[in-house]
């Protein structure tokens, strides 16, 4: 063994430790985060609530009683306070405070679990980068290779969120708990030892097109976790609005009053899938002429070809569903969930059960 092969095995190695730290680091985080939630006190829940929907009263001086006393005063009405963030013919229900529940305890171990997801991701990216050094190429040539960088980009985006002081932290938990299953899956079932590619992977398109595949897919399932809330977030108001109906449980209450209201998380997950959306459309062009020049053709009915335009169609469908006035919240936030699934069909299910030139076996 020469010392190129040995320094590449090395590195292979260290790759392999820091993905096995990383998931270690995230189960801490994942702890942490399931802390958020627990210690957030319900009533303090309740409190913020109630205080969101009070609007300040305006001042009672008017300018006629000011002039009967001979004065010239003018009344002055504050504007209330905007505590909504619904679309019109959706309820006016604020968002919630977070997982912590607004209390110091609950919000102490919501910064522990944000500081372990980041130590698992900083070690979850080296982990990815030593492996394409290893392999010296794009380090998502195959199962493995590609869930790890996705789980990677998926917890970053999360991460640039939270750093543009968006409201996401709620996003945490399944986050973690999804970035664990996954790991799980491919370093377990997925692996594949660090080796070269088939000749017709050795493209810079691998760089373009599956990069741009990872990117949209890991913005496409943030818009699927904000989605699968806003349906149960939507239920658990319906429930509230109808005095005479069931009422919802003392869990479900202090899991989803945390939560955005329904029409933010409906927002949320619109403006995601809405600007991925291009991306996306771009990943199948770009996938279309490196077939060309790959395969000497731009479509050929390949499973993988089919299935990422009928994971288009589904997306395009959605984004049409939310502009039609028949179509939104619920109907259109199925369609959301339906066109994610047909991305993960798109990559597991024709990967490991149909036979194609997209097929990663033996790689």
């Known amino acids: 063994m020469n010392l190129a092969a040995a320094a590449n095995e090395t590195m292979a190695h260290n790759s392999n430790l820091l993905v096995y730290s990383a998931m270690a680091v995230y189960t801490l985080a994942f702890l942490a985060h399931m802390a958020e939630w627990v210690f957030g ?46 679309v019109a013919g959706s309820r006016d229900v604020p968002d919630g405070p977070g997982a912590a529940g ?36 794009a380090p998502w040539g195959n199962m493995y290779e590609f869930s790890t960088t996705f789980a990677a980009v998926a917890v970053g985006l999360f991460l640039l969120l939270l ?49 741009c595949a990872i990117i949209s897919g890991a913005a496409l ?23 005479a109906g069931k009422q919802p449980g003392a869990f479900a209450t202090s899991v989803l009053e945390r939560l955005p209201s329904a029409a933010s998380l409906d927002k949320f997950a619109y403006r995601i899938n809405a600007t991925v959306f291009p991306l996306w459309t771009f990943t199948i062009i770009a996938g279309a002429i490196w077939a060309e020049a790959a395969w000497g053709r731009y479509w050929g009915w390949d499973p993988k070809e089919v299935w990422s335009f009928i994971t288009w169609v589904a997306y395009a469908g959605y984004l049409h569903a939310r502009a039609t006035a028949g179509w939104k919240g619920r109907k259109a936030a199925w369609l959301g969930l339906i066109a994610f699934a047909c991305y993960l069909f798109n990559y597991y299910g024709v990967n490991i059960f149909v036979t194609g030139l997209h097929s990663y076996a033996g790689v």
Not at 189 to 196: E, G, M, P, R
Not at 223 to 243: I, N, Q, S, W
């Open 163 to 211: 750093v543009l002081k968006k409201n996401v932290r709620w996003i945490g938990l399944p986050l973690v708990t999804s970035v664990l299953l996954d790991l799980g899956l491919a370093v377990s079932v997925l692996y594949t030892a660090s080796d070269q590619l088939v000749p017709a992977l050795h493209s810079y398109w691998l760089w373009i097109h599956v990069s």
């Open 102 to 137: 607004g209390t110091e305890k609950g919000d102490l171990y919501g910064r522990i679990a944000i500081s372990l997801t980041v130590l698992a991701w900083a070690l979850h990216v080296g982990g990815v980068v030593t492996r394409a050094l290893s392999v010296q190429r």
């Open 41 to 86: 006190s319900r009533s303090k829940v309740g409190r913020t609530a109630a205080a969101l929907t009070v609007q300040a009263p305006a001042p009672a001086t008017a300018s006629v009683g000011a002039a009967a006393n001979g004065g010239t005063g003018t009344a002055v009405l504050e504007r209330p306070k905007v505590v909504t963030r619904s």
């Open 221 to 243: 399932y943030l818009g699927a976790v904000a989605t699968g809330l806003f349906l149960f977030r939507d239920r658990h108001e319906a429930k509230l609005a109808d005095p």
